[in-house]
């Protein structure tokens, strides 16, 4: 039990700070900072958490989040993570990227990448064609 209420480590969590501790845990991970098995057991320990001290321990040895990384929420890490994944992806096409990877690996990366087109045009075209109650709908010009 604590009893000095002036000292900083008495001062109990709310659950918005989880959250923030949860959250920069993600960002870690997204980062490559941490291990899958780390960041379960760090948020085993921040659900856990009562004290402040004991949320910041879970976060100690990563580095401070920056203003624009801590008001950034919803999907903009999830595009910004898959551009720099993206990014690295193209690089080691063009056999640029930081390590030599065999011919392998840029077989699998080509095959994605076209996957994704393909995917891409098709959800393009059926948002151009549409969906209705009974199936698609045809926008077009009328032939009759």
Not at 73 to 92: C, E, H, I
Not at 121 to 138: E, I
Request: include cysteine; glycine fraction near 12%.
């Amino acid at each position: 039990m604590r009893s000095d209420e002036s000292d900083p480590s008495g001062i109990r969590c709310s659950d918005a700070e989880r959250e923030e501790a949860r959250q920069h845990l993600a960002e870690a991970a997204g980062e490559g900072r941490l291990t899958v098995d780390e960041v379960e057991e760090r948020l085993t320990r921040v659900a856990a958490a009562r004290y402040r001290d004991e949320l910041a321990g879970t976060a100690a040895d990563l580095p401070p989040r920056t203003a624009s990384a801590s008001s950034s929420a919803g999907w903009a890490p999830v595009f910004g993570s898959a551009k720099r994944q993206l990014g690295a992806d193209v690089a080691t096409l063009l056999g640029r990227g930081e390590a030599a990877v065999g011919g392998n690996r840029r077989l699998v990366i080509l095959i994605a990448a076209v996957a994704a087109l393909l995917v891409f045009a098709a959800l393009v075209v059926a948002a151009l064609h549409g969906f209705g109650d009974d199936g698609f709908d045809h926008h077009g010009v009328d032939r009759g």
